[in-house]
């Protein structure tokens, strides 16, 4: 199993920034997929970016050129760099992890954007 913990989600208004992260531990050999999902009330979840052992990263077109998701694997810790954040931002952010065929999922952290 693999638990995964996130953290930096709050509070912040249009225009600023946040840095989500999320630390995995447990059996976290052979993890090669990480990245972050959101769910906006209403709305299906999807897919914001993820990164790849390899360091190959996808992100969805709504956030290319705001959002940078990195990986310190020494640490199996990874982080999605938020600018230029806007309304249609906000959501339940959650990290997960693909490990031997398997999905891996944290508890979803909070990010609104608003004045």
């Known amino acids: 199993q693999v638990q995964l913990v996130e953290s930096g989600g709050g509070l912040v208004q249009p225009g600023g920034s946040l840095r989500l992260s999320c630390a995995a531990s447990?059996?976290?050999?052979?993890?090669?997929?990480m990245g972050w999902y959101r769910q906006a009330p209403g709305k299906q979840r999807e897919l914001v970016a993820r990164?790849?052992?390899?360091?190959?990263?996808n992100y969805a077109d709504s956030v290319k050129g705001r959002f940078t998701i990195s990986a310190d694997n020494a640490k199996n810790t990874w982080y999605l760099q938020m600018n230029s954040l806007e309304p249609e931002d906000t959501a339940v952010y959650y990290c997960?992890?693909?490990?031997?065929?398997?999905?891996?999922w944290g508890q979803g952290t909070q990010v609104t954007v608003s004045s």
């Open positions: 447990g059996t976290i050999f052979s993890i090669n997929t």
């Open positions: 990164i790849t052992r390899g360091s190959s990263t």
């Open positions: 997960y992890v693909v490990r031997l065929g398997s999905d891996f």
